[in-house]
């Protein structure tokens, strides 16, 4: 099982959903997040007064898959996330040891 | 308020000021002229129009420029100082600005009307014009509001960093040593009935000092906004920068609000600049007009030159010039045609615009929402532009002989500006040297300026025990 992690242009959440949803992925984790990477931030000017905001909002979000789900899931992210512009964001993908569904008591692929 | 031109002795010139009405008109006409109730209706809405300017209206323009942990600090204060000025203003204030002062009268008021004495349903005020009054309670009910937004506008220099305890203390002492005087003397003048009954004296005919020397107000250019924006540079000075300025961001948190409360702020403008004029006639009209268009010119002018200058017209300097149009029509309203109040408008804001960036920034005193930059300079700006647009060769209303009931006069443009510099200088001087004993007393006695700690958590958790926001 991997967790992938992904950061991902706010904008371009729904569809990303919707193709993992095609994909059979079954649930996601959205968090409102601030980051910056190569995009850097831009300048806001209240009257006199220059801001420099280094920290644009994105969205992160989580999807547990299983292994074999993994290159579909990750491609769809990355073709669906896609701007060609700076600041499309970024996927990270770590491996999960175990997973536990609260309600039943069910664990790992089951789970999912 | 008004206007009026004086004749003293053969020599025309001498215009009167600003609001002025006098009580007991009764004392002097043979009979007693009766309130229109058509006049003293637009009071009473007018008055209400102030108020809607304070609360809401400067609370929210105010409240969203600064930071989310600061922001029911600004509500409180505003809420608050307006409550304790109305309380004083009926304890002594409105005697100590509206009443003769005898021996001290070209400065203050005396305390005749102290407690509202002697003020009741049947006593009337003299407008600008002979034989037309006010209900008394109308008019201490419209000025009160005046005093009110004068001491609240001072708070936004010093914003997010002053104890509420100073500013209680300071919405008390501010008043009474200096807006309540400077009211005295540019609006005191007991009346056109007693000025056409006392010829000899009739220049100074009991008025307030500034008034006397014929300096324009129309509606507060020195007694509000000079004014309000002087105590506030003094204030910011006093106190000190706040923590991490220039450092760290103080980016407004909700422009939104700001744009609410500058909208409410152009609303109720209209009771403070046509309500002015005491009487629902053209000349109300006219500040009307004025009133829309310096205040259209200059939210046109504002961001017109950031976008210019800077790249992107943005929504505060489209609000900003806004309230810079409105305060350099202020003193003008009833004088100046509407081509010259469009051209005060696009001539205002550029030069506000270079006070809250350039000398600002210069200088390196931390006015928080630019206090002095809009009110003080603007104010500056609208009460000798006065002078110029009131000329009827520019289309402007011209000094209105209401003594006389004769036609309007205009003394040349070197006079009438130079009467508007005395005004304008006299009120620096008197703002700025009382500002800085009430400031200066609060600061070696209790202190002005919260705890570190208190202005890193901010204002609203730490002095009021509640947050603006809770999601």
């Not at chain 2, 900003?320 to 350099?328: E, K, P």
């Amino acid at each position: 099982m991997k967790l992938i992690t992904a950061i991902i242009k706010p904008f371009k959440l729904d569809e990303v959903r919707e193709s993992l949803s095609a994909l059979g992925v079954q649930g996601m984790t959205v968090t409102e997040v601030k980051g910056y990477g190569r995009q850097k931030g831009h300048t806001e000017i209240y009257r006199g007064a220059e801001y420099a905001v280094s920290f644009l909002p994105k969205l992160k979000i989580e999807v547990a898959v299983k292994s074999e789900l993994l290159s579909a899931v990750v491609d769809a992210i990355s073709s669906k996330a896609k701007t060609g512009q700076i600041g499309d964001g970024k996927i990270f993908v770590t491996p999960l040891e175990q997973v536990v569904r609260i309600r039943t008591g069910e664990t790992d692929g089951d789970a999912l | 308020m008004r206007i009026e031109t004086l004749k003293k002795a053969g020599l025309a010139a001498l215009a009167g000021v600003g609001t002025l009405a006098m009580s007991a008109g009764a004392a002097f006409a043979a009979t007693a002229p009766v309130p229109d109730k058509g006049d003293t209706t637009w009071m009473l809405v007018s008055t209400i129009l102030v108020l809607l300017m304070i609360v809401p209206g400067l609370a929210l323009f105010y409240g969203g420029l600064v930071r989310t942990k600061n922001m029911l600090s600004i509500l409180t204060q505003t809420l608050v100082i307006t409550c304790i000025v109305m309380v004083v203003w009926a304890l002594w204030g409105y005697s100590e600005a509206f009443t003769d002062g005898a021996g001290l009268n070209a400065y203050v008021g005396g305390f005749s009307k102290a407690l509202l004495k002697g003020v009741d349903t049947a006593t009337t005020v003299e407008t600008f014009s002979r034989g037309v009054v006010i209900p008394e309670i109308v008019f201490v009910c419209f000025q009160m509001t005046f005093a009110a937004i004068t001491t609240a506008l001072v708070i936004g220099s010093f914003a997010e960093r002053m104890k509420f305890s100073a500013i209680c203390i300071f919405a008390v002492l501010w008043p009474t040593l200096v807006y309540f005087p400077i009211a005295h003397m540019v609006w005191w003048w007991p009346g056109p009935e007693f000025a056409s009954t006392h010829p000899a004296d009739a220049t100074a005919a009991g008025a307030g000092m500034i008034w006397a020397w014929g300096a324009l107000d129309f509606a507060g250019g020195t007694v509000v906004h000079i004014n309000a924006g002087i105590a506030a540079l003094v204030g910011a000075l006093l106190c000190g920068k706040r923590l991490g300025y220039k450092q760290e961001p103080m980016a407004p948190h909700s422009l939104t609000l700001t744009m609410v409360g500058a909208a409410l702020l152009w609303v109720g403008w209209f009771g403070f600049n046509a309500g002015s004029n005491l009487e629902a006639n053209g000349y109300a009209g006219l500040a009307m007009l004025n009133t829309f268009l310096a205040t259209a010119a200059a939210g046109v002018a504002w961001p017109a030159v950031e976008w210019i200058l800077k790249g992107k017209p943005s929504l505060l300097g489209a609000a900003s010039g806004v309230v810079a149009g409105l305060v350099a029509i202020t003193p003008a309203a009833g004088f100046a045609g509407p081509m010259g109040a469009i051209v005060l408008g696009l001539v205002v804001s550029p030069i506000c615009l270079f006070f809250v960036s350039v000398v600002k920034n210069k200088l390196g005193y931390d006015d928080s929402l630019d206090v002095f930059g809009v009110h003080c300079i603007g104010g500056i700006v609208g009460a000798i532009a006065t002078g110029i647009v009131v000329n009827p060769a520019l289309g402007g209303a011209g000094i209105v002989d209401y003594t006389a009931g004769g036609a309007a006069v205009y003394p040349g443009l070197v006079p009438q500006v130079i009467s508007q510099l005395k005004g304008v200088a006299t009120t620096i001087a008197w703002s700025g040297i009382g500002s800085l004993i009430v400031f200066g007393l609060i600061k070696v006695t209790i202190g002005l300026r919260v705890k570190e700690e208190v202005e890193r958590e901010g204002l609203d958790i730490a002095e009021h025990g509640e947050r603006a926001y809770n999601m």
